[in-house]
C-alpha cells in the first residue's frame, strides 16, 4: 500500500514540486478540510506527534517528527490526466471519484486513489468458427472496440472485466450467427449482425454492470472454413464463366448478324444490278432487232441469205471441219475422231479431257452433224 | 532515562496493536469475523473495522462478479448427435457465511461445484432439443429454464449464478467433416448450376443469332428473286415487242445468232455435208442460175 502503487511509478513529491503555486493553496486548505473532518470523526491515532515535554531533544525529535509528517503529507498529491478519472477509497470504502487535474487525498493507509482512463477506445479482435442456422459453419472476424465509461462500475464489480467482455463477445456473436442463415451472414447480413451483436454485448455488460461500453462491433470477416475454400472458389470461377461464356455466344451473334445483314444487302445488290443489265440487255437487243428488220424489210432475200453467210463463214472459218459426201458414198465412214481432237488439244494444251467419239453414220438426212463434246462450248453458252 | 528509552518501543508496540485490532474491508471485499473459529459476523460495509487482536479472525472473500467456464465437453442433443458445448457460468457469492460452510471458502472448489450443478442443467437442456433448435435458439432461452434450478442449488453454496451462457456449440470432427463436404456440395451444386447457366444463355444468344441469319438471308433472297423475276419479265416484254414485229425473220436471226455463238470455236470438230446451202457452189459454181 505505498503511494506510488496506484500511480506509474512517478515520484508523487516531484510532481507536486512541478506544479505551479496558485493550486497548492487550495490544495492545503482542502486537506485541511479533510483532516479536520477526519480527526473530527474521532480516528486521530495516526498523526505522529512528537513528545513534547522533554527538555533536551523536543526541538529536534520536533522536527524530525514535523518533516516526517509532511513527507507523508505529501505522499498524497496524484495526478489525473485528462483521460482519466481517479476513484478514491477510504480504508477500502468508495469515497469519490476525481476529475482530471492534480489532487490530493489522504495518504496512505487511510486513502487510496485508482485512475481509470474512461476515454480511450480499446479494440480487441475475436476470431472463431461457429454454426450457422442452416447448419453450416462459418468463420467470423469480429472487432470490438469498447470503453471503460463508467469507472468506478468497472473497478469494483466485476473481476476481470476485459476478460467477461470476452466471453461476453464471443457468446453474443456465436448466437446472432447461431440465428441467421449462411447466405445472409456471407452476403447481406453484416451490417445488421454487427447491430444486433454489438446490442447483445451492451445488454449483458449492463446486466453484470461491468461499467464497459461498447462503442463499436465490427464484423470485419465473415468467410467460409478453408476446408471449403476450393469448392467456393470454383463457385466463383464458374460465375465468371457463365458470365464469359454469355459473353463468347454474344460476340458470336455479335459476328453473325452484321454479316448476315451484309449478305443480304449484297444479294439485293445483285438482284438489282441482274435486273438493270436483263433489262439493257433486252433493250439493247431488240433496238438491234428493230433497226435490222427494217433493213431487211427494204431487202428481204439479199439481207437474209449475206446474213446467213456471214454467219456460217464466221463459224467454219475457226473450226475443224470434215466434209462427207453423203449423195456419192458409202453408209459407213470412219473418222478418227480423237485423232482430230488430240490435234486440236496438243494446240492448246488448257482444254479439257478429250473423248474418243464413234461418229455417227451420216445418214442422208443429215445436214451437217456437229461434234461438240467440249466442256468450254458449254460454259460459252451459259454465259452467253 | 529508561523511560525515555523504552518509548520508541512503545509507540511501536500501540501501533502494532492498534494495527492487530484494525481490519479494512474493500469495495471488492466480503468478509468474515471468527471468534475463535466461529462465525460472528458476516455483513460488513466497505471500510475501517475493529476486532480484538488474537480472539477475532477475518477473513475475505471476493464481492465481484466472477467467472467459472467449463471446457468443451460432449452433450448429446434430441436426435443423439454429439455436440462439444462450452459454457461459463458467472456468480456472486451473496451469502459469504453459506459460501464458507459449504465450502471452506476455497473459490477453486467452490467454482467446482457450482459447475457440476449447472452443468446438469445444461446437459438437460440440450437432450431436449435438436442440434439445429440448440443452435438456434436464443442461448437466454435455453438456460432460463435450467437456470431456475440451478440457482436454487446454487443457493446452498452461498452462491448466486449471475448467469450461464454457452459459448461454442460445435459439432465434433468427424461430424465437421461431413458439414465441410456438404458444403462442398453445394458450392459445387451452385458451381455447376452456373455453368449450366451460362451454356444456356450461351446457346440461346447463338441460336437466335443464328435464326437472325437465317431470316435475314432468306428474306434477302425473296426480295432478290422478286427483283429478277421484274427483271426479266420486262426484258421478256421488250423482246417480245421487238421480235413480234416480224417473227419469220425472228427466228432467222436468232438461230443464225445461236449458231455463231455455239459453234465455230478452235476445239469443235464439224462434220458436213457437202449438200448444204453453204456450199452449193463449191462444185457446180452456176448452181444458181
Same mark, same amino acid.
Do not use: C
Given at each position: 500500500?505505498?503511494w506510488n502503487?496506484s500511480g506509474?511509478?512517478k515520484n508523487p513529491w516531484d510532481r507536486g514540486r512541478n506544479d505551479g503555486p496558485p493550486d497548492l493553496d487550495k490544495i492545503v486548505r482542502d486537506w485541511q478540510q479533510r483532516l479536520s473532518t477526519f480527526f473530527r470523526g474521532?480516528r486521530g491515532?495516526q498523526r505522529p506527534a512528537g513528545?513534547?515535554?522533554?527538555?533536551?531533544?523536543?526541538?529536534?525529535?520536533g522536527l524530525v517528527a514535523i518533516v516526517v509528517g509532511v513527507i507523508w503529507l505529501a505522499t498524497g498529491f496524484y495526478r489525473v490526466?485528462?483521460?482519466?478519472?481517479g476513484?478514491v477509497?477510504r480504508?477500502?470504502?468508495?469515497q469519490t471519484s476525481t476529475e482530471p487535474g492534480l489532487r490530493w487525498h489522504l495518504p496512505w493507509p487511510i486513502e487510496r486513489v485508482?485512475?481509470?482512463?474512461?476515454?480511450?477506445?480499446?479494440?480487441?479482435?475475436?476470431?472463431?468458427?461457429?454454426?450457422?442456422?442452416?447448419?453450416?459453419?462459418?468463420?467470423?472476424?469480429?472487432?470490438?472496440?469498447?470503453?471503460?465509461?463508467?469507472?468506478?462500475?468497472?473497478?469494483?464489480?466485476?473481476?476481470?472485466?476485459?476478460?467477461?467482455?470476452?466471453?461476453?463477445?464471443?457468446?453474443?456473436?456465436?448466437?446472432?450467427?447461431?440465428?441467421?442463415?449462411?447466405?445472409?451472414?456471407?452476403?447481406?447480413?453484416?451490417?445488421?449482425?454487427?447491430?444486433?451483436?454489438?446490442?447483445?454485448?451492451?445488454?449483458?455488460?449492463?446486466?453484470?454492470?461491468?461499467?464497459?461500453?461498447?462503442?463499436?462491433?465490427?464484423?470485419?470477416?465473415?468467410?467460409?472454413?478453408?476446408?471449403?475454400?476450393?469448392?467456393?472458389?470454383?463457385?466463383?470461377?464458374?460465375?465468371?464463366?457463365?458470365?464469359?461464356?454469355?459473353?463468347?455466344?454474344?460476340?458470336?451473334?455479335?459476328?453473325?448478324?452484321?454479316?448476315?445483314?451484309?449478305?443480304?444487302?449484297?444479294?439485293?445488290?445483285?438482284?438489282?444490278?441482274?435486273?438493270?443489265?436483263?433489262?439493257?440487255?433486252?433493250?439493247?437487243?431488240?433496238?438491234?432487232?428493230?433497226?435490222?428488220?427494217?433493213?431487211?424489210?427494204?431487202?428481204?432475200?439479199?439481207?437474209?441469205?449475206?446474213?446467213?453467210?456471214?454467219?456460217?463463214?464466221?463459224?467454219?472459218?475457226?473450226?475443224?471441219?470434215?466434209?462427207?459426201?453423203?449423195?456419192?458414198?458409202?453408209?459407213?465412214?470412219?473418222?478418227?475422231?480423237?485423232?482430230?481432237?488430240?490435234?486440236?488439244?496438243?494446240?492448246?494444251?488448257?482444254?479439257?479431257?478429250?473423248?474418243?467419239?464413234?461418229?455417227?453414220?451420216?445418214?442422208?438426212?443429215?445436214?451437217?452433224?456437229?461434234?461438240?463434246?467440249?466442256?468450254?462450248?458449254?460454259?460459252?453458252?451459259?454465259?452467253? | 532515562?529508561?523511560?525515555?528509552?523504552?518509548?520508541?518501543?512503545?509507540?511501536?508496540?500501540?501501533?502494532?496493536?492498534?494495527?492487530?485490532?484494525?481490519?479494512?474491508?474493500?469495495?471488492?471485499?466480503?468478509?468474515?469475523?471468527?471468534?475463535?473459529?466461529?462465525?460472528?459476523?458476516?455483513?460488513?460495509?466497505?471500510?475501517?473495522?475493529?476486532?480484538?487482536?488474537?480472539?477475532?479472525?477475518?477473513?475475505?472473500?471476493?464481492?465481484?462478479?466472477?467467472?467459472?467456464?467449463?471446457?468443451?465437453?460432449?452433450?448429446?442433443?434430441?436426435?443423439?448427435?454429439?455436440?462439444?458445448?462450452?459454457?461459463?457460468?458467472?456468480?456472486?457469492?451473496?451469502?459469504?457465511?453459506?459460501?464458507?460452510?459449504?465450502? /471452506?471458502?476455497?473459490? +477453486?472448489?467452490? #467454482?467446482? %461445484?457450482?459447475? =457440476?450443478? &449447472?452443468?446438469?442443467?445444461?446437459?438437460? *437442456?440440450? $437432450?431436449?432439443?435438436?442440434?439445429?433448435?440448440?443452435?438456434?435458439?436464443?442461448?437466454?432461452?435455453?438456460?432460463?429454464?435450467?437456470?431456475?434450478?440451478?440457482?436454487?442449488?446454487?443457493?446452498?453454496?452461498?452462491?448466486?449464478?449471475?448467469?450461464?451462457?454457452?459459448?461454442?456449440?460445435?459439432?465434433?470432427?468427424?461430424?465437421?467433416?461431413?458439414?465441410?463436404?456438404?458444403?462442398?456440395?453445394?458450392?459445387?451444386?451452385?458451381?455447376?448450376?452456373?455453368?449450366?447457366?451460362?451454356?444456356?444463355?450461351?446457346?440461346?444468344?447463338?441460336?437466335?443469332?443464328?435464326?437472325? /441469319?437465317?431470316?435475314? +438471308?432468306?428474306? #434477302?433472297? %425473296?426480295?432478290? =428473286?422478286? &427483283?429478277?423475276?421484274?427483271?426479266?419479265? *420486262?426484258? $421478256?416484254?421488250?423482246?417480245?415487242?421487238?421480235?413480234?414485229?416480224?417473227?419469220?425473220?425472228?427466228?432467222?436471226?436468232?438461230?443464225?445468232?445461236?449458231?455463231?455463238?455455239?459453234?465455230?470455236?478452235?476445239?469443235?470438230?464439224?462434220?458436213?455435208?457437202?449438200?448444204?446451202?453453204?456450199?452449193?457452189?463449191?462444185?457446180?459454181?452456176?448452181?444458181?442460175?
Amino acid at each position: 500500500m505505498a503511494w506510488n502503487e496506484s500511480g506509474n511509478g512517478k515520484n508523487p513529491w516531484d510532481r507536486g514540486r512541478n506544479d505551479g503555486p496558485p493550486d497548492l493553496d487550495k490544495i492545503v486548505r482542502d486537506w485541511q478540510q479533510r483532516l479536520s473532518t477526519f480527526f473530527r470523526g474521532g480516528r486521530g491515532g495516526q498523526r505522529p506527534a512528537g513528545p513534547a515535554g522533554n527538555p533536551i531533544n523536543a526541538p529536534l525529535l520536533g522536527l524530525v517528527a514535523i518533516v516526517v509528517g509532511v513527507i507523508w503529507l505529501a505522499t498524497g498529491f496524484y495526478r489525473v490526466d485528462a483521460a482519466e478519472r481517479g476513484v478514491v477509497t477510504r480504508f477500502g470504502m468508495y469515497q469519490t471519484s476525481t476529475e482530471p487535474g492534480l489532487r490530493w487525498h489522504l495518504p496512505w493507509p487511510i486513502e487510496r486513489v485508482e485512475r481509470v482512463n474512461i476515454n480511450e477506445v480499446v479494440p480487441f479482435k475475436l476470431q472463431t468458427r461457429m454454426l450457422t442456422a442452416d447448419e453450416n459453419i462459418v468463420v467470423v472476424d469480429l472487432v470490438v472496440q469498447y470503453r471503460r465509461a463508467d469507472p468506478v462500475q468497472y473497478l469494483f464489480n466485476v473481476r476481470d472485466p476485459e476478460a467477461t467482455l470476452q466471453d461476453i463477445s464471443e457468446s453474443a456473436i456465436r448466437e446472432v450467427i447461431g440465428k441467421n442463415k449462411l447466405d445472409f451472414v456471407l452476403l447481406e447480413g453484416r451490417t445488421e449482425i454487427a447491430v444486433q451483436t454489438e446490442k447483445l454485448i451492451q445488454q449483458t455488460l449492463d446486466e453484470y454492470q461491468t461499467g464497459m461500453f461498447v462503442t463499436k462491433v465490427n464484423l470485419q470477416d465473415a468467410n467460409f472454413p478453408s476446408q471449403v475454400e476450393a469448392a467456393v472458389q470454383d463457385a466463383i470461377k464458374a460465375r465468371e464463366d457463365k458470365e464469359r461464356v454469355s459473353f463468347e455466344a454474344q460476340a458470336y451473334a455479335n459476328d453473325v448478324i452484321p454479316r448476315a445483314r451484309g449478305e443480304a444487302v449484297r444479294r439485293q445488290q445483285d438482284s438489282e444490278g441482274y435486273r438493270a443489265r436483263v433489262v439493257a440487255d433486252a433493250q439493247g437487243e431488240a433496238s438491234r432487232f428493230t433497226q435490222l428488220l427494217a433493213q431487211y424489210q427494204k431487202a428481204p432475200e439479199v439481207t437474209r441469205r449475206r446474213l446467213y453467210l456471214e454467219a456460217m463463214e464466221d463459224i467454219y472459218a475457226n473450226s475443224s471441219k470434215v466434209l462427207v459426201d453423203t449423195a456419192k458414198g458409202s453408209n459407213l465412214i470412219y473418222l478418227p475422231v480423237d485423232k482430230i481432237l488430240e490435234q486440236n488439244q496438243n494446240r492448246r494444251p488448257a482444254a479439257g479431257p478429250n473423248q474418243p467419239v464413234q461418229a455417227p453414220a451420216a445418214s442422208a438426212a443429215a445436214e451437217a452433224s456437229t461434234v461438240t463434246r467440249d466442256r468450254e462450248d458449254r460454259r460459252t453458252r451459259e454465259a452467253r | 532515562m529508561n523511560i525515555r528509552a523504552l518509548l520508541p518501543f512503545g509507540i511501536l508496540l500501540l501501533a502494532w496493536i492498534a494495527s492487530m485490532s484494525m481490519f479494512t474491508v474493500d469495495e471488492r471485499e466480503l468478509a468474515i469475523k471468527f471468534r475463535l473459529g466461529k462465525i460472528i459476523q458476516t455483513e460488513f460495509e466497505p471500510g475501517l473495522h475493529f476486532k480484538v487482536p488474537f480472539i477475532n479472525d477475518v477473513r475475505k472473500y471476493p464481492r465481484q462478479v466472477l467467472t467459472q467456464s467449463n471446457p468443451q465437453e460432449l452433450f448429446l442433443t434430441l436426435e443423439k448427435k454429439n455436440l462439444f458445448v462450452d459454457f461459463f457460468v458467472k456468480w456472486r457469492i451473496v451469502d459469504v457465511g453459506a459460501y464458507y460452510r459449504a465450502t /471452506r471458502g476455497d473459490e +477453486l472448489l467452490a #467454482a467446482q %461445484r457450482l459447475i =457440476e450443478i &449447472v452443468k446438469d442443467g445444461v446437459r438437460s *437442456e440440450f $437432450a431436449k432439443r435438436t442440434v439445429p433448435q440448440a443452435v438456434t435458439a436464443e442461448r437466454r432461452e435455453l438456460l432460463d429454464d435450467m437456470l431456475a434450478s440451478a440457482r436454487k442449488n446454487a443457493l446452498t453454496l452461498g452462491i448466486e449464478v449471475v448467469d450461464v451462457r454457452v459459448k461454442r456449440t460445435e459439432f465434433p470432427e468427424q461430424v465437421s467433416d461431413s458439414v465441410f463436404d456438404r458444403m462442398r456440395q453445394e458450392r459445387a451444386r451452385t458451381a455447376s448450376e452456373l455453368r449450366a447457366q451460362g451454356a444456356e444463355a450461351a446457346e440461346q444468344i447463338r441460336a437466335e443469332a443464328d435464326r437472325q /441469319r437465317t431470316v435475314t +438471308l432468306a428474306e #434477302a433472297y %425473296r426480295e432478290a =428473286e422478286k &427483283v429478277r423475276g421484274a427483271g426479266d419479265a *420486262e426484258a $421478256a416484254q421488250i423482246y417480245a415487242e421487238a421480235y413480234r414485229k416480224d417473227p419469220e425473220f425472228f427466228a432467222f436471226y436468232r438461230s443464225i445468232q445461236a449458231y455463231r455463238r455455239s459453234l465455230g470455236k478452235e476445239s469443235d470438230l464439224l462434220v458436213l455435208d457437202k449438200d448444204s446451202e453453204f456450199f452449193r457452189y463449191m462444185e457446180r459454181p452456176d448452181a444458181g442460175r
